[in-house]
């Protein structure tokens, strides 16, 4: 039997996409164990989850910068995910920017969960972005964590979300997040079956059968099964 898929997921909020991948493990869906949770806020409600679920907890001593970590955090999270022996990190919701030492030093991917179809608009608010923007249709991405550009990463998969008329900034954002919980477990379970193959910044999704697909593809056809 196949070994599961060793995580270390990354939080700064109230963790709604962590209680996904809880959720999802704990009734069989996904093929892996949450090592570790790494948050840079002590009061993250989804410290509380984590504790729920037996899952041990690390929170950073984050630094004066508001973005981004300090030095020394940088060295707390790189010991939590190598001592937990962590396989993929998911920034689910973390809500600072990783430095380029750290994403080379960390030997595992990393991927984050984006409220937006990337590149369309990157960064803080999504969402609101998107209102302002007069976008049609958003949606959200998983993409892989690497050095450079905010939400520049390889993309990994993508889901859309009509934008209805009248839409509030938290309607929109709550319609989307809904998404965000399907599709990061998607991805999750492909990374668990080690069907994702990256090449430079394409990604393509293994099917059963040994072929693959892109991850736009992939993302379809999970969501009509």
Not at 22 to 43: F, H, K, P, Q, W
Not at 200 to 206: A, F, P, Q
Request: charged share 20%; with cysteine; net charge neutral.
């Amino acid at each position: 039997m196949a070994s599961r898929l060793r995580l270390g997921v990354l939080v700064s909020g109230r963790g709604s996409n962590l209680e996904a991948i809880l959720g999802a493990i704990a009734a069989g869906r996904l093929a892996a164990e949450t090592r570790v949770v790494v948050s840079d806020r002590a009061d993250a409600p989804a410290l509380t989850r984590a504790r729920a679920a037996g899952v041990p907890v690390v929170i950073l001593d984050p630094g004066s910068r508001p973005a981004r970590l300090d030095a020394r955090a940088d060295q707390q999270l790189l010991e939590a995910l190598r001592a937990h022996q962590v396989e993929l990190v998911v920034l689910a919701g973390f809500m600072r920017i990783l430095s380029t030492a750290v994403l080379e030093a960390v030997a595992s991917p990393m991927i984050n969960i984006h409220p937006s179809l990337l590149p369309a608009f990157p960064g803080l608010d999504a969402p609101r972005q998107a209102l302002d923007y007069g976008a049609q249709v958003t949606g959200c991405t998983v993409h892989f964590v690497d050095p450079g550009a905010v939400d520049g990463g390889a993309i990994i998969a993508q889901r859309a979300v009509p934008v209805h008329a009248g839409d509030t900034r938290d309607q929109l954002a709550d319609r989307i997040l809904q998404e965000e919980h399907r599709l990061l477990v998607d991805v999750l379970g492909w990374f668990a079956a080690r069907r994702v193959v990256r090449t430079g910044r394409r990604v393509h999704i293994r099917d059963q059968a040994g072929g693959s697909g892109s991850g736009m593809q992939a993302a379809g056809a999970a969501a009509g099964e």
